[in-house]
């Protein structure tokens, strides 16, 4: 099999983490990313993002995701973090219902940042923690149904559900994505071009592009 380098991928989204501040956002991100866990991570300070790439139908999409603080002091970077993003994962801690009951205000916001064709998952994170949990897995799904969202339960220190739930929103992203390129139609012309970006959006917006070849060795 032929070895693919990192830098060798057919897509490139852009996916924000999103949610209050010590839902577990970060613990998700290295989870998936390097899969590791820390129990004594510390909030975040601004911006932080770690990429992966993962194959969808044969294609290599490389995900870049966007961690930030929850703390209202950092709200201020808001739009310099949506732009660009085609996904969000919107996360919420079970055992903390003011968290649950912020995420309609999270999603009123990223809904004012970004492409209505975003696609969004709500994540009910901590589901280790069982004989806390304050929020029931009925009242996520129905907010999910209600908004149109995907929805999960995931637990970032058991590993559960993060490499689906990631799966998940890049595979729906690929889908949302190569309509919006087949809508375009079989004119090489239309096509877009390497560093092009398919989704709508500003011309700052850099991610959710499909490479097309450029130099072969």
């Known amino acids: 099999m032929a070895y693919r380098s990192d830098e060798d991928y057919d897509y490139l989204f852009k996916v ?27 909030s975040t300070i601004g911006v932080e ?11 290599l999409v490389k995900a870049q995701i966007w961690d930030t603080a929850g703390q209202e002091r950092y709200r201020a970077i808001t739009s310099a973090y949506y732009r660009g993003a085609v996904g969000a994962l919107l996360v919420y801690d079970i055992t ?14 990223l809904k004012d940042h970004t492409d209505s064709n975003i696609v969004v998952m709500l994540v009910g994170n901590k589901s280790d923690l069982r004989h806390l ?18 929805f999960m339960e995931t637990s970032a220190l058991e590993s559960t559900n993060v490499e689906n739930a990631f799966k998940q929103i890049l595979t729906q992203i690929y889908r949302v994505v190569s309509k919006k390129a087949l809508d375009v139609g079989e004119d090489p012309s239309a096509a877009p071009a390497k560093g092009q970006t398919i989704n709508v959006g500003g ?12 130099c072969s060795a």
């Open 133 to 150: 949990r304050a929020v029931s897995t009925e009242d996520g799904q129905a907010f999910s149904e209600r908004e149109g969202l995907y």
């Open 96 to 109: 903390r219902p003011v968290t649950y009951e912020n995420v309609e205000r999270w999603l009123k916001e």
């Open 16 to 42: 924000v983490l999103i949610g209050d501040s010590g839902v577990g956002k970060s613990n998700l991100l290295s989870r998936f990313t390097r899969n590791e866990f820390s129990l004594e991570s510390k």
């Open 203 to 214: 011309k700052d917006d850099v991610t959710a592009t499909k490479k097309v070849g450029c």
């Open 49 to 59: 993002f770690a990429t992966r790439s993962i194959n969808v139908d044969g294609k």
